[in-house]
């Protein structure tokens, strides 16, 4: 009987250096495609065949479809995973049957994309040192714009070797790739990164709606606050008040951008890791509450920043 | 008998063109100090003799005190007053006996640097434009600092050639001068500022907290989140967390600033606007309450970013 080790490590010997990429929605389907582009053999997955099949027909050289993550990683040496939530990566990864964990090389590096909750990510990447693997957490700031321009913010957690080695991929699909610290870290800075943006934005709407009903010029006010102690992201890149900015959702009926279910959730993230470690976050908790409202009210779908109409009561569902 | 008008006519015409100050407190008692520095003669009150007594010594011969607002209104053409709240400067203007408008020549212009309701701003300025005087509402952003070295930030509502004529003794303390729109607006743009920046520090302390809780470097935090979308002043220029900046309240026990308690004094008034305007501020309740607790706890003269020790319950008392 031929151990584990010596199989791994006569499959590791015989694979092909192939990347496999599971999760080929809004983001990993940009994500995967500059990959291909940049010459990379790909093996792909997802729970739908569509994204699956546009890919391998638009590059069938490089692109393969394989049948579950168990039989993708019998074949790859860099697994990437862009997956929704917390249950999603679990399964994806430590399914017994079909997981990426019961097929795997040893010596594989995983990259999770996922924006999850990091005690996740360290049961994860516990589960893949255990098979003589590594993982780094890495999710992503940029939007889908960022994902099909290759110009996403990786905030990656892991070793330095792996982080190292994980550029080779991350540097195609990103522009700007951050060591955080080690494995978490990187979904550390995602949720409090997303946790003040969820904050900020519900705080800008709140300011800007009060100013205009007050009866100051909005651009006014905006212009005031951009140059002072209310300066942020949310009210100078990005305002939320109609005609204060062009090129940004709210001049645009608040479509495309960042969905407010997709706040929502990063926020829940966030309040999840703070129960769990005795932080408190009334601040966050009252932002996913407002999110969750606008989501119940039929806006989930619209860009965060529609909590401005949603404050005065002028929102529309979504389509 | 004299004629009201008239005498004002005649009294304006005889005098000599001082301005008045009223309110030298930690703010007041430097701008008025830059106004004599200046060369400008002050007729100075306050509610207590000190301060008036020590910038008359230092300037024996341009200061001069007076005994009540109606005196003084009667020998300045420009009055300016720095204020705690709605009802100081109510009382000051307004009181039928020893107020301002008890005794001021036509054409004075007011200044009001006080942040106030500006709802109380506009029934004050009505008042004055009932005797033939104008009135702007000037607040400051840019703190005691700011004040002592003449280079606030003044957000002026009011009309037009009332703002030109404001910006001889604004320009000598301050260094930006806004006009944000009629009366009122000056206020409006202090208040919707606040309350974002009350709002984002709250947030910023939050998201540090949970973050050095969940075991990333709190300085790659920072970093992450000011080249990203929680980029904001209260992280990039005051961040809260101590250890990750030089220079700010954070890394020197939280002493000096802006206090917690005219943070909620301020965070209050932008609340009793959203009510009075019907504008929902979920966001700006929350974080009013939190600063509230804070001074419930004995916190409020430290400064607001001690949220951040607050939150972990490593705050002091105020000494």
């Known amino acids: 009987m031929i151990s584990n080790t010596l199989r791994r490590a006569f499959t590791t010997t015989t694979s092909s250096a192939k990347v496999g990429f599971i999760g080929l929605g809004n983001m990993g389907g940009h994500m995967a495609n500059n990959l291909l582009a940049a010459g990379k053999e790909v093996v792909l997955y997802d729970i739908f065949a569509d994204p699956v099949d546009r890919l391998v027909s638009a590059h069938p050289n490089a692109a393969s479809a394989a049948a579950t993550p168990k039989e993708l990683a019998s074949s790859c040496d860099t697994i ?80 330095d070797a792996d982080f190292a080695k994980a550029d080779d991929v991350l540097s195609i699909m990103g522009g700007n790739i951050v060591h955080c610290g080690g494995v978490g870290t990187g979904e550390v800075a995602k949720l409090c990164n997303n946790l003040v943006l969820g904050i900020s934005m519900a705080g800008v709407c709140e300011a800007m709606k009060l100013g205009e009903n007050l009866g100051i010029d909005t651009k006014v006010l905006a212009g005031i606050m951009n140059t002072s102690t209310a300066r942020c992201w949310s009210s100078d890149t990005y305002n939320p008040c109609p005609g204060v900015m062009d090129g940004v959702p709210s001049s645009n009926g608040y479509q495309g951008g960042f969905g407010s279910a997709l706040m929502q959730k990063d926020l829940g993230l966030a309040l999840d890791a703070s129960r769990a470690n005795g932080v408190p976050a009334p601040m966050g908790a009252t932002a996913f509450q407002l999110y969750s409202m606008m989501m119940a009210h039929g806006a989930g779908g619209k860009d965060f920043s529609a909590l401005f109409e949603f404050l005065e009561g002028t929102h529309t569902k979504n389509l």
């Open 80 to 159: 990437i995973t862009m997956l929704p939530s917390n249950p999603h990566v679990k399964s994806t990864y430590m399914d017994g049957e079909t997981g990426l964990l019961a097929g795997v090389n040893a010596g594989t590096l995983f990259i999770d994309s996922s924006t999850i909750d990091p005690a996740v990510s360290r049961e994860v990447a516990a589960a893949c040192e255990a098979v003589s693997t590594s993982f780094v957490d890495a999710p992503v700031s940029g939007g889908v714009g960022g994902a099909e321009a290759g110009t996403l913010t990786f905030m990656v957690g892991g070793a």
